[in-house]
């Protein structure tokens, strides 16, 4: 078992930037690759961003590509997302989950654990 707790949400006006930690407890952190997902009201759950178990490789949405950063500290046991140039259709309840096994994935329903997911909100 792995338990998540994201932190870092809230109210950020249009254009600037937010860091959403997610601090991980339970097995060994760095044997779990890991990934950002978030929920629009009214939309389906998106990936965001994963990475793999050392760090070294990582993987974006087009939508968020070249604004937003994942990496993770293994000796912190937390995993970060990074998100610059914020834009209004950033907003969502943003998730990040461990996945127990192989490679990252795109896929939410491949992941095993889940943290409870901070409010992003991106004001005009």
């Known amino acids: 078992q792995v338990q998540l707790v994201e932190s870092g949400g809230g109210l950020v006006q249009a254009g600037g930037s937010l860091r959403l930690p997610c601090a991980a407890s339970?097995?060994?952190?760095?044997?779990?690759?890991m990934g950002w997902f978030r929920q629009a009201p009214g939309k389906e759950r998106e990936f965001v961003a994963a990475?793999?178990?050392?760090?070294?490789?990582?993987y974006y949405a087009d939508s968020v590509k070249g604004r937003f950063t994942i990496s993770r500290d293994n000796a912190k046991n937390t995993v970060y997302l990074q998100m610059n140039s914020l834009k209004p259709r950033d907003t969502a309840v943003y998730y990040c989950?461990?996945?127990?096994?192989?490679?990252?994935?795109?896929?939410?329903?491949?992941?095993?654990?889940w943290g409870q997911g901070p409010q992003v909100t991106v004001s005009s």
């Open positions: 989950a461990a996945r127990d096994r192989g490679l990252p994935s795109m896929r939410y329903n491949e992941y095993a654990y």
């Open positions: 990475i793999n178990r050392s760090g070294g490789n990582t």
């Open positions: 339970g097995r060994t952190f760095s044997n779990y690759p």
